[in-house]
């Protein structure tokens, strides 16, 4: 890998000694945010920097005493409504963002109740970009120019990284990137998405000074969900049915070799730029947007964790290509957590199974407040109570933090509006509380080390040898300082004067030459003694030193075979130490599976149930619409069937009277040939001869009258009533 850079002399980040024992407190800070309406009852004031009150609102101002009650509540810092965005990350976010280019993890929540500003400040509104684009910027503005190229670093998916060379990421961008060419190509601002472009619109450009620029890095991010303690990854790109979606798979934790929590099976993406990153970010947001909207879930009741990963492995000495050595790399990681909103769930007026869930919610954030509340006793009182990290997916992801494997920084959100008064209280407390609490301060990484071979490493040892000797109280004596004693040496001998003689009679120049030089033996003479002197205490300081060394070489070798002995003792017990570890993991493992499988067969044997139970009403409500059906056809028929009885019944009361009219006319027939056959013919009131019908009598009946017949009429009109006596006198007489 060819870099355009111009070496400058490496300069390793600045390290202090390991501070392991170190710590600092969790920095707890506070946010009011402006009221909205704005002429509603304010119930928080801010008093300085460091500290606002709280009253209670009209009505609500009598404590159980009948006292007044004001409280006051300190943190590290408080910022007030008009703070802006800029300042809050300057304070908060920007040490962290230092802390991850130096290879240090961090960890940054905001935490209130609904409605209290967490997401505006940790994402931001419209135009108003929060933390999270803020850190991706200036994360961006440091590494810009020192970033490797795609695909150098991967992920191994057990919370490590590793390298490969230029050549093979090469070819892996080709493979991996061309049929997605469009969606690589990296994004710019006219290009992205115009909902959240002002969003990252940040102009402060402001980058860590202190960037290794002997190093490559990468970035890496993951977005997931945390709700009703499970895992979901939001950036898992599974595919869609509009029709029958399904519901997401939750992930597992899981502990990597340096004991350090990590989602199994995550989905992190490489990105290359701030607007790359958020564009990533933005999806997971929709996405999740969607399956809450789709599972009918409350979305203030999750947990979003956006974790930026960066990866720097350093150059060769050459400053071409990244060492290939895996253990050369230094992965750091900024977790960035909007909490759900911390009020207790009846104030959200939730139901059935989303009550459920809320609980479970609160219980995780219930979950926190113990750890915190536990970690603190254990300072306060020197205890060594365990902390019930593992009692919610939320703690035990972080545990490392709390353990010492980076800073920790929490901004409450709070709202003054009346309301919220209560809640306020509950949250100010857990945050005083929380501040309480101590972390390990992390270990300085020694980043990317002072690896042999490289280019400066030389530089960079005569900077610690130079910087030791001067510890010592000067250099040591090499070959310009001993020309310099030869030079004092020489100096402190007297001068020869001039030994010419002009005049015999000289008297004066041979005593003063004679004089010199024995002056000059004489201290010749004393150099020599001095010299031998110095040489044999010289030789006895040696001599003594040699003693020294050989009874502490002696000291030494008896110390080492001890320790060997210790060492081997404990690696033979780290051995099996780390056997069991390896048995404990793998029951893990299993158990974890055994998990996923009873969580998949109960949320199996939940929709069967639910699917019986929709099918269950629906029976029942078509039981229902027949019975309703039946009822309605029964009192149809019936009101039919009555009509058809009244109809019938007319009808036969018709039939019925025609019938006694015919058999009435026969027996006048019958009647007239009775008459008639007797000879008399006897004379019929006038009456009955006006009821007479005008047609002939034998051309209604001419068939003649059987006995049968006579015998039936006289039946019909006896059953009748209808008939004279007279006729039937007639009748009776006819038949004998
Ligand atoms: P939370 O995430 O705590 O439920 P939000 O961040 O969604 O609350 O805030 C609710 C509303 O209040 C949003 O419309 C947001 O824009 C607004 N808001 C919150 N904090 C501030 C603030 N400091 N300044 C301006 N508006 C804010
Ligand atoms: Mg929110």
Redesign the pocket.
């Known amino acids: 890998m060819k870099t355009a850079r111009t070496k400058t002399p490496r300069r390793p980040p600045h390290k202090k000694p390991s501070n392991s024992d170190q710590k600092d407190p969790v920095g707890v800070y506070c946010?009011v945010?402006?009221l909205?309406p704005p002429d509603q009852e304010c119930c928080i004031e801010v008093i300085n920097e460091t500290t606002l009150r709280l009253h209670p609102p009209d009505g609500f101002k009598v404590n159980r005493n009948g006292e007044y009650k004001e409280t006051q509540y300190s943190f590290k810092q408080v910022f007030g409504?008009q703070?802006t965005q800029k300042d809050l990350f300057d304070v908060v976010a920007k040490p962290l963002v230092e802390d991850i280019i130096h290879g240090k993890n961090g960890l940054l929540f905001?935490y209130?109740?609904?409605?209290?500003?967490?997401?505006?400040?940790m994402t931001g509104?419209p135009g108003?970009g929060g933390l999270l684009p803020r850190c991706l910027d200036m994360i961006f503005n440091s590494i810009s120019n020192f970033q490797a190229k795609r695909y150098v670093f991967k992920t191994d998916d057990r919370n490590g990284m590793d390298i490969q060379s230029n050549v093979d990421a090469l070819l892996e961008r080709q493979k991996r990137d061309a049929p997605t060419q469009i969606s690589r190509t990296p994004l710019n601002r006219q290009r992205i998405e115009p909902e959240f472009a002002d969003m990252i619109n940040i102009q402060d450009h402001c980058k860590v000074e202190e960037v290794d620029e002997d190093s490559v890095y990468s970035v890496f991010v993951s977005y997931i969900e945390i709700y009703n303690n499970y895992i979901y990854d939001l950036l898992e790109e599974t595919p869609i049915d509009p029709i029958k979606p399904k519901p997401p798979q939750s992930k597992n934790l899981r502990e990597d070799q340096n004991h350090n929590m990590y989602i199994a099976g995550c989905t992190e993406v490489e990105v290359k730029s701030t607007e790359e990153a958020f564009d990533v970010f933005w999806k997971g947001q929709k996405k999740r947007r969607i399956a809450n909207t789709q599972l009918n879930r409350e979305s203030?009741r999750s947990h979003s964790v956006f974790m930026i990963k960066l990866a720097q492995a350093p150059l060769d000495a050459d400053g071409d290509n990244v060492l290939q050595e895996k253990e050369q790399i230094t992965v750091s990681q900024l977790s960035l957590v909007?909490l759900a909103?911390s009020e207790r769930t009846n104030r959200t007026k939730a139901e059935g199974n989303r009550l459920r869930e809320a609980g479970n919610i609160n219980q995780s954030l219930m979950t926190l407040r113990t750890c915190i509340e536990i970690l603190r006793e254990n300072q306060i009182y020197g205890t060594n109570k365990m902390v019930p990290y593992r009692d919610s997916k939320l703690t035990h992801l972080f545990k490392n933090y709390f353990d010492g494997e980076g800073k920790v920084r929490m901004i409450v959100?709070v709202n003054p509006k009346a309301d919220d008064h209560e809640e306020s209280l509950q949250v100010m407390r857990f945050a005083e509380m929380t501040q309480e609490v101590e972390v390990a301060r992390p270990v300085d990484k020694p980043i990317c080390g002072l690896t042999p071979g490289r280019r400066y490493r030389n530089q960079a040892f005569k900077e610690e040898l130079s910087r030791r000797l001067e510890e010592r109280g000067g250099p040591v004596v090499g070959e310009p300082e001993e020309q310099s004693v030869m030079d004092v040496l020489i100096q402190s001998f007297p001068p020869i004067p001039s030994c010419e003689l002009l005049d015999l009679n000289d008297e004066h120049t041979l005593p003063r030459l004679i004089e010199v030089l024995e002056k000059r033996r004489r201290i010749r003479q004393m150099m020599t003694e001095e010299f031998n002197k110095n040489v044999s205490s010289f030789r006895a300081i040696l001599q003594d030193a040699n003693g020294a060394v050989s009874a502490k070489e002696n000291f030494v070798q008896g110390k080492m075979t001890e320790k060997d002995r210790l060492i081997t003792s404990q690696k033979s017990e780290l051995e099996r130490l780390e056997k069991k570890i390896k048995t404990l993991e793998y029951k893990i493992d299993i158990l974890e599976k055994t998990t996923t499988i009873y969580e998949d067969e109960k949320r199996a044997l939940q929709n069967d149930l639910e699917n019986q139970n929709q099918k269950l009403q629906r029976q029942l409500s078509d039981k229902r619409r027949m019975e309703v059906r039946l009822q309605g056809m029964a009192s149809e028929n019936a009101l039919k069937w009555e009509k058809e009885c009244e109809r019938r019944v007319a009808a036969k009361q018709l039939e019925m009277q025609n019938k006694l009219w015919v058999k009435d006319e026969k027996l006048k027939q019958l009647k007239a040939i009775v008459t008639e056959t007797k000879g008399e013919k006897p004379q019929r009131p006038s009456r009955e001869r006006d009821r007479e019908p005008k047609v002939p009598i034998r051309s209604i009946s001419p068939s003649p009258v059987t006995v049968c017949d006579t015998f039936y009429l006289f039946c019909m009109m006896v059953g009748t009533g209808v008939g004279t006596c007279d006729v039937l006198l007639h009748v009776h007489g006819h038949m004998v």
Request: with cysteine.
């Open positions: 946010r945010r402006p909205f409504t703070v905001t209130g109740v609904t409605g209290s500003g967490k997401t505006h400040t509104s108003d203030s909007d909103g959100c």
